[in-house]
């Protein structure tokens, strides 16, 4: 994050407030089943920690250690998601500072959807795992979605937020990929499968048209639709207002799939 931006400061805040609704047993819950006590486990893309610190208690007396390549992430969780047997550093999942056959386990939630390489994410995966070693990998798919009630601005939103991604080198629609990824890597007995994460409360509604007026309103995502034609601020402005209208309906509705992925590394576990 870069000093001074204000930019940067305020999606560092708002990424950190969603990161930490995330919880274990949800965003977790699909490899739960792959963990025991005393396991040495690797959270990449671990965030401010709280899907970590989780993951820690589930494996006590075993050690969890947090990655992420944001220092701010990094320094966030050290202080905040802080728990018995967890550590945190500053790493790439491109290139983890570990060896060989190091962990029992590897997890990664919302990250593969982030790597310019995601194939080159996944083998570093492989490396760091020890033989029969569990890896488990969960994103987004951005590419089906069900909207009700409707309306051509908010699919134009959710396009242009999925353009700007692309733009940055991410991959919108990586979920559906995680069980080839996994395949290409060399891992076997592969598992994949999807969920729906779904705004059908008030509270879910609100918080869905939080994360898009967060994204509508991101400077950079401003600057290049500027810059590039995606959209002028007329058009970004009737974006943010049909998700508020959307919201203001007494069956605002959404629902988004989440993909995921379990493999074991070759060998004797």
Known sequence: MTSGSTGDTTRHVEETRRFQLRDVNVDAAFFLPFLRPGMTLLDVGCGPGSITAGLAGLIAPGRVIGADKDP????????DAAADGVSYRVADVTALPFEDDHFDAVFANALIEHLPDPGAGVKELMRVLKPGGAVGVRCPDWSSALLHPDNDLMWASIALRNRWQQHRGDHPDAGRLLRGLLAEAGFVDINADATAQSHGTDDGV??????????????????????????NEVEMEEMRRSWVHWAAQPGAFSSFFWCHATGRKPGRV
């Open 206 to 231: 609100a918080e869905g048209v939080r994360y898009m007026h967060s994204i509508l309103n991101d400077p950079e995502l401003v600057a290049l639709a500027r810059e590039h034609g995606w959209a």
């Open 72 to 79: 701010a992430r990094i320094e966030t969780a050290s202080r």
